[in-house]
């Protein structure tokens, strides 16, 4: 659009509300799937399963909330993105040519 970008410091809080999103829902996953992978390979001395698929949803349950709150900052964090690109699109200066040509291609 050749414009300058609305807000820097809105681009920034974007990018660490999702990174953070990004890392509680990855992390949750990867314990959570650890977990139930143990739990589902235990037995008894009996040779049954030691938890049943109850007690295995019961332990995961903070889990799943600790996704759901990686979920939702990853996606406050496409609100962001939304509103500072329309912003960006709508209402921020117009980059002139020749400050294109001189930039380095990061400061472009």
Known sequence: FKREIYSKSLM???FWIQTLG??????????AGITQGMMWRAHDEFGNLAYSFIDTVQVLHPYFTIRAVGGTLYLVG????????YKTMTSSRRVEESELQNASPMGA
């Not at 829902?25 to 990867?30: A, P």
């Not at 496409?78 to 690109?85: P, Q, R």
């Open 12 to 14: 920034n809080t974007q």
């Open 22 to 31: 990004v890392v509680l829902y990855f992390t949750s996953m990867w314990i």
């Open 78 to 85: 496409m609100f962001l993105f939304a509103f500072n690109m």
